[in-house]
């Protein structure tokens, strides 16, 4: 097999396990890139990155602390994940594709602006509290468990919340907050979809 060919194998299988969701989250570990690609990985995910410009789509990177790091060791990136996202803005008529109900969405909405306002976390009571004025307590339970299931929100022993890995990758919190205030256009990211 030449070496073009080789490579090309090897973006296909990145794609392959990059864009599949194992269990409930998104993308994969880089150990696990490493473990089907080779020690080379990240020339093979530039290489589909590439690929995915032009669909409009982007691999995202997190790290295991949730840092950005311009310079990564190696061993950084075998404990980050790898998935991709769009790189534009959902419209609010693809909401749908989300996979979400839409008092889901609206849940998470009022959820991420309450907690952005709050620099980030705020107590769960606070958060249930202002979410009773328009859902019912089952409902609340419910979507705020999923959202820490899939990465959108942490909980501390404490019954703190906090913003979660996926909201600070995939949500752009200030277009939602503008949105909610009614000074923005049209979009929100709402990239949150249903990775489920």
Known sequence: M???????????????????????????????????IGRDFMKVVSLLQRKLDDLGLEVKTVYADGLEHHNPTEDELEQARFYVISKAPLQMGDASLSGWRIDTLAVF????????????????????????????????????????????????QNGVLFI???????????????????????????EAGPKS
């Open 109 to 156: 909405a009022a959820t991420v602006a309450y907690l952005t306002s709050k620099q980030g976390r705020a107590p769960r009571r606070d958060v249930e509290e202002l979410l009773q004025e328009k859902f019912p307590d089952w409902k609340i339970d419910q979507d705020l468990n999923r959202f820490i299931r899939r990465g959108y929100l942490d909980e501390d």
């Open 2 to 36: 030449s070496e073009d060919a080789s490579l090309a194998k090897k973006v296909r299988k990145a794609a392959q396990l990059i864009m599949y969701q194992h269990h409930r989250l998104p993308g994969v570990k880089g150990y696990e890139l490493r473990k089907y």
């Open 164 to 190: 979660g890995w996926r909201t600070r990758v995939e949500i752009d919190r200030k277009r939602l907050l503008d949105m909610i205030a009614g000074s923005s256009p049209e979009k929100v990211d709402l």
